[in-house]
């Protein structure tokens, strides 16, 4: 068996080492070209709402109704839904009424029996005077005579109260609108049991709305400090701020979430083209409402820009180590260009202005 050896020449070599060269080059241009992004950033402080401050709420009619059943059985039909207009009386939902027909039917029968008893018991007390009068009795049977008469009588009273309150309850086997007024949502649908209390349909009267904001509990002094308060009404870029007709705090705070309920009841014109649940922006402003927002001490705020905003996490990058830290936050009220921090900060911390870019890979904090 013979073996054959071949040896590289020169130029091959020559060419390999050209290639690692090139290829070196291209990975030092590629590294330099992708240095980690530097993010500014701002120093937390505390902060005052120089002009008050805003909070987000939403529309409420001044006049809305959820129409529940008042008598059990299952829904035969429901005659609106979502959007229609009604008028005051018109018919809503009908729910079977056979069972209150019954009713109707045994209580007519209780009335026709208790009114026979009654004019038997009358006769009955006719007679025994008679008899009294002739001697052939005592004072005592006339006396029970007469009670028996009293007894017939409430009866019978009982009887036709028993029919009138069945009549009322077949009755209500007719749903019908209170008031005029758009249907807002229907809460069920044919062939489903009503029971007395039930949801049927909500509607509500579209003549005023007015507005209605959580405020936490810490800001009621500053909202109730304020010397004015506006709304910003639904409408993209053509949004407007008005002033409501009234503004009233409601009494109590909620112990749950440490809020407190303000309404802002607006005028009819401003009202037009409004509906339930839109959102709105109410803001507290006048010299009192800065200088009540000025007096608490160590009030956090940040600029509405650093906030990072995923699903229901609120989240700020705060420089750590020549890098970023994720750290979650609960947000107050917007001042301005800026958002209350209530909790997760500190003052004096630094955090990056661009949430977006503190989130690459590499990034470094540069002070702004």
């Known amino acids: 068996m013979v073996y054959e050896t071949r040896s590289r020449s020169p130029r091959t070599g020559a060419r390999r080492q050209a290639l690692v060269a090139a290829l070196a080059l291209l990975l030092a241009a590629g590294t330099a070209s992708a240095a980690p992004p530097a993010v500014p950033t701002v120093v937390v402080g505390a902060g005052a709402a120089g002009g008050g401050f805003e909070i987000d709420g939403n529309l409420e009619a001044l006049q809305q109704s959820t129409v529940a059943a008042q008598l059990g059985g299952v829904v035969l039909e429901l ?42 018991a009358r006769l009955h007390a006719e007679r025994t005077r008679e008899l009294l009068k002739q001697g052939f009795i005592s004072q005592s049977a006339l006396d029970m005579a007469e009670t028996q008469l009293k007894a017939a009588q409430a009866g019978l009273q009982q009887a036709q109260s028993g029919r009138t309150q069945a009549a009322l ?29 039930r949801p049927l349909v909500t ?53 749950v979430s440490q809020t407190v ?14 509906q339930p649940g839109q959102n709105v922006r109410v803001r507290f402003s006048g010299a009192a409402a800065t200088a009540a927002a000025a007096a608490p001490a160590g009030r956090l705020t940040v600029p509405a820009a650093a906030v990072l905003r995923r699903g229901e996490l609120t989240a700020v990058y705060a420089a750590r180590d020549n890098g970023f830290v994720l750290k ?27 949430p977006v870019r503190a989130g690459l890979l590499g990034a470094v904090p540069v002070a702004q």
Do not use: C
């Not at 809460?187 to 007395?196: I, K, S």
């Not at 109730?224 to 705090?249: D, I």
């Not at 309920?261 to 409004?274: I, M, T, V």
């Open 169 to 197: 309850a077949r009755s209500y086997a007719a749903v019908t609108a209170p008031f005029a007024a758009i249907v807002l949502a229907t809460h069920v649908e044919a062939g489903e049991l009503a029971t007395p209390g």
């Open 261 to 274: 309920e303000w309404r802002f009841d607006l005028s009819a014109a401003d009202s037009a083209g409004l």
């Open 328 to 354: 979650a936050v609960r947000l107050g009220a917007t001042q301005g260009t800026g958002v209350e921090v209530l909790a997760g900060l500190k003052a004096g911390e630094r955090i990056a202005l661009d």
């Open 79 to 120: 005659a609106v839904k979502a959007g229609d207009r009604v008028k005051a009386g018109q018919l809503l939902a009908r729910i079977d009424e056979r069972d209150a027909q019954a009713a109707l039917a045994r209580s007519e029968a209780a009335v026709a029996q208790a009114d026979a008893e009654l004019r038997n």
């Open 203 to 255: 509607i509500y009267a579209p003549g005023r709305m007015r507005a209605v904001v959580q405020l936490p509990a810490s800001r009621t002094a500053t909202a109730r400090a304020a010397t004015a308060a506006q709304v910003q009404l639904p409408g993209g870029a053509e949004a407007r701020w008005v002033s409501p007709a009234t503004r009233t705090e409601l009494p109590g705070t909620d112990p």
